[in-house]
């Protein structure tokens, strides 16, 4: 009998390597990962979601910048600049001008010119062709002389034109950086010139926020108009100094509400640019739609 | 992704944990697929082979196209302790394999050490799978609960309850918990599937066993 070599039972199965099916399994989860990730299913394919625009600057100002909510519209304010440029037309009349302001010159010139003429002319008559040669110079001279001047007049009125061409486009520039009432950057009431909000809807957003309404109060705003004006004063580093409703709703809930909406914002989170009364209007149908 | 990215450090550890679970289970649930294929493939080739032939001789050389089956060992042993018996009585023939009764208990018990070792190569690796199905969707569940934790906190912070700030926080929260699931529901199948696979295996190399302790008891009496 011959006897079969022994070997220990690990040896002798060869299983397989376990490392090699661990880097397998990881490739698999990576695979698996890259596909759920990859949107090959549909995934990661959900819609975009929407772009909020906001004011980065939430200051109460005294003078806030006029404004609209609404996108801007990038290209609108561009155009302006071209319709400037558009007015180029005009600037070809410009060289007409010296043209026209060239003739009145040239007579203050060639006025002294006639009267030394006459002169050498009874002079002249016995030796007439010595006398012509002098002439022909001198008309020479005034003729080149009368030339460089109305070349220089001519390059005076380009520059001219072109100045005025200059002041125009730094004119319309100017326009286009001071914001005109229809370009979107500060708040809808605003007139001034100051970055931020006026401080009157800052102090009216500030209450707002901490109003809680209660749902019979929110479903109210759907029948009726409830409305209720108030006159707060705050001092310049945002603390309510004193509060009165001006006029009540009638809405006994939304009145009571509203008091202590005011109590509760008694500090403002900034400060104002100065001590302020202000009449702020609560509107519950505003309130609600906001909070919608 | 962004999900996963933005979660806090806390969650981030426990879907690092999860992930090396995922893939630990995954490569355990691989390597058994193979290790209990091979063995019932060969197991059913081996018992066709060996009750085909009428000499232990024969079998013995022809082991190595069954090596990946259990009952191979099982024999391989067997055959290996009676060949020492034979090298101490030398001079007979040799298929006439003598087993006294000292001979028969020796063979039971390399049957017992030979199928207790062969079921624990079998179930090699398993207890991992068990430990991934049980605890996972807990750790999955520690992460969701720090995260919520986490998320109240910025509410707190903000002091905004509104749908907008309490929901990312949620959502990365929950994250943990659904990985811990992915994680656990195919280590439990696994482990169920092959805890059965092995369990048939082991029935196979118990009833060999008593076979190869029969074969033995025959020839012992026909010596005797």
């Not at chain 1, 409830?226 to 939304?254: D, H, M, W």
């Amino acid at each position: 009998m011959s006897v079969v070599p022994l070997h220990s039972n690990n040896a002798f199965h060869q299983d397989p390597k376990f490392g090699r099916l661990l880097l397998l399994s990881l490739i698999v989860h990576v695979v698996v990962w890259a596909v759920f990730t990859g949107g090959w299913f549909g995934v990661s394919q959900r819609p975009k979601p929407p772009v909020y625009y906001v004011d980065l600057i939430h200051k109460p100002v005294l003078n806030p910048q006029a404004g609209r909510p609404e996108p801007r519209p990038a290209s609108k304010p561009k155009p302006e600049p071209v319709k400037s440029a558009a007015v180029t037309p005009s600037a070809p009349k410009e060289p007409a001008k010296p043209v026209a302001k060239i003739p009145p010159k040239p007579p203050e010139v060639v006025v002294p010119k006639p009267t030394p003429k006459p002169e050498p002319k009874p002079a002249a008559k016995p030796v007439p062709k010595p006398a012509a040669e002098p002439d022909r110079r001198t008309e020479q001279k005034l003729q080149n002389a009368l030339d460089e001047i109305r070349e220089r007049q001519k390059h005076e009125a380009e520059r001219d034109a072109l100045k005025e061409r200059l002041a125009k486009l730094s004119e319309s520039v100017n326009a286009a950086a001071t914001v005109p009432a229809d370009v979107p950057v500060g708040m809808p009431d605003g007139q001034g010139n100051e970055v931020g909000v006026s401080a009157l809807a800052f102090v009216q957003a500030f209450i707002q926020q901490n109003w809680v309404l209660s749902p019979y109060l929110l479903d109210q705003s759907r029948i009726a108009n409830i409305e209720a004006k108030a006159t707060l004063a705050y001092s310049a580093s945002g603390k309510l100094v004193r509060f009165r409703i001006n006029s009540p709703s009638g809405n006994q809930q939304f009145d009571d509400s509203l008091k202590r909406a005011i109590t509760k914002s008694d500090q403002l989170p900034q400060g104002l640019p100065k001590d302020l009364e202000l009449v702020v209007t609560f509107n519950l149908k505003d309130i609600a739609a906001a909070r919608r | 992704m962004e999900l996963v990215l933005n979660a806090g450090p806390v969650v981030k550890l426990v879907l690092l944990i999860l992930v090396y679970f995922s893939v630990v289970s995954w490569a355990i649930i691989f390597y058994k697929q193979l290790v209990i294929f091979r063995a019932m493939r060969d197991s059913e080739r081996f018992l066709d082979f060996f009750w085909s032939k009428k000499r232990f001789d024969a079998i013995g050389q022809g082991l190595d196209h069954y090596r990946h089956s259990p009952l191979t060992v099982l024999f391989r042993e067997v055959y290996r302790e009676l060949a020492q018996n034979r090298r101490q009585t030398e001079g007979q023939e040799a298929d006439n394999l003598v087993a006294d009764l000292g001979e028969q208990e020796r063979v039971a018990r390399v049957l017992r050490r030979s199928t207790t070792s062969e079921s624990h190569r079998l179930e090699k690796y398993l207890s991992f799978l068990a430990t991934t199905g049980s605890a996972a969707p807990f750790i999955g569940l520690f992460g969701t609960v720090w995260g919520i934790m986490d998320a109240f906190h910025g509410i707190g912070t903000s002091g905004s309850a509104s749908l907008a700030v309490v929901a990312p926080g949620i959502s990365e929260a929950l994250v943990a918990t659904a990985i811990g699931l992915v994680a656990a529901i195919p280590a439990v199948i696994g482990y169920n599937h092959f805890v059965n696979k092995i369990n048939v295996l082991t029935g196979e190399m118990d009833n060999f066993s008593q076979e190869m302790l029969n074969i033995v008891q025959r020839m012992s009496s026909r010596v005797h």
